[in-house]
């Protein structure tokens, strides 16, 4: 809302199906996060949709500034909001279907291994492509994406596991380097 004010000077018709969009969403999510994982950190979801919410209105802003200029591809937000919509799907079926989410870390390395061949993916000839300058594109026929997203979502996992299953060797103190106090080994 307040991006279309600034861009426009008026409140844009279709502001409100963002606003009600990402408040439906969230209200979705945490509906099933209450009922599922009801000793879940209640912090976490609020700064999850405050970002959210501040990304899709910097994509509005830009999707404005790309109608003003006659540019194709000017539904950015639409595309986005979608996508938040697609996520906000994949989760609540993550917590319908993982009873358990230390069943996760018998996976630890397996989730290392698979975040960094996703990040490493783009630089596979035939498949990587360079868009705006930065070659983190994966293009297979007519779908593109960017694989290291989620990569992020493979190494949360390893780090998880691996910090859970380490953290009596990670407190004891260890050699002390450069003013960094290292682990014991």
Known sequence: VLAGLGATGSVPPHAMTYAV???VLAFAVHVV???RAPYADPVI???VVALNGIGLAMIYRISIAYA???RADANIADRQ???TAVSVVL???VLLVLRDHRTLRRYTYTAMVVGLVLILLPLVPGLGQTINGARIWVRVGPVGMQPAEFAKIA???FFAGYLVTHRDTLALAGKRVLGLQLPRA
């Open 33 to 35: 996060l209450r009922i």
């Open 81 to 83: 909001l979608a996508w």
């Open 21 to 23: 969009g990402t408040t």
């Open 68 to 70: 003003a200029r006659g």
């Open 155 to 157: 190494l949360a996992v």
């Open 91 to 93: 989760a609540i079926v």
């Open 45 to 47: 979801l609020p700064v």
